[in-house]
């Protein structure tokens, strides 16, 4: 399919008037250059459409097998780069420290330490897929920023956007992290700063309440 798809472009550029094949031949870093990048792209795009048609399709194929795939934090390992050095307290979280948060991702921590319904939180931590909770997106592995386990058993996983603003990698985590719930009865929940007029306590307990 490569050979065909290159097969057909240089018979583009040969059959333009501007362009023969001396041109293409001077030019042919720059052609190599300008193909790579619209290859990378037209496999992006694949990979994509084949991710959502599996995973978000009326025909979907994706399931959750809790028995094969149940991620476990380790109790003697938390193998953060960098700890929280802030002067708050943070009793329920399962490991005596705590991986760095910035301002708002505080702000965050207090509101689930502060949450009756949570008994116990990790913040997560990033590029760990070891050691870390991740989700599959169609590029690469997602690492939500918290995961609670509630006291009724189920887990919270959340992902904090803060004030940043939405885009297309944002919408996509959400979905996957909302099918995630809904296949294997846990919770998911893509926290801001202030959505839909309810700030983020009231985000939390608007998921904790379904």
């Known amino acids: 399919?490569?050979?065909?798809?290159?097969?057909?472009?240089?018979?583009?550029?040969?059959?333009?008037?501007?362009?023969?094949?001396?041109?293409?031949?001077?030019g042919k870093f720059i052609l190599e250059k300008v193909l790579r990048d619209k290859i990378n792209e037209y496999r992006k795009q694949a990979t994509k459409a084949g991710f959502d048609q599996c995973l978000f399709s009326?025909?979907?194929?994706?399931?959750?097998?809790?028995?094969?795939?149940?991620?476990?934090?380790?109790?003697?390992l938390y193998p953060a780069n960098k700890l929280y050095s802030g002067q708050l307290k943070f009793p329920k979280?399962?490991?005596?420290?705590?991986?760095?948060?910035?301002k708002e991702e505080v702000e965050c921590a207090l509101a689930i330490e502060r949450d009756r319904e949570v008994e116990l939180w990790v913040r997560?931590?990033?590029?760990?897929?070891i050691q870390a909770?991740?989700?599959?997106?169609?590029?690469?592995?997602?690492?939500?920023?918290f995961?609670?386990?509630?006291?009724?058993?189920?887990?919270l996983v959340i992902e904090y956007k803060g004030g940043h603003l939405d885009n297309d990698d944002t919408e996509e985590k959400e979905a996957v992290g909302k099918l995630w719930a809904r296949k294997s009865g846990n919770l998911f929940l893509m926290a801001w700063k202030q959505k839909d007029g309810k700030d983020l306590y009231q985000q939390l307990n608007a998921i904790l309440s379904e």
Do not use: C
């Open 58 to 76: 009326k025909d979907a194929i994706a399931t959750v097998d809790i028995g094969a795939f149940t991620f476990t934090f380790d109790p003697m």
């Open 147 to 155: 995961v609670a386990k509630l006291r009724d058993g189920r887990l």
């Open 124 to 129: 997560n931590l990033e590029r760990n897929p």
């Open 1 to 26: 399919k490569l050979v065909e798809f290159l097969r057909r472009v240089v018979n583009f550029l040969l059959n333009r008037n501007d362009l023969d094949m001396p041109k293409l031949a001077l």
């Open 133 to 145: 909770f991740w989700l599959p997106t169609s590029t690469d592995k997602f690492y939500p920023d």
């Open 93 to 102: 979280h399962y490991y005596s420290q705590i991986a760095d948060m910035n």
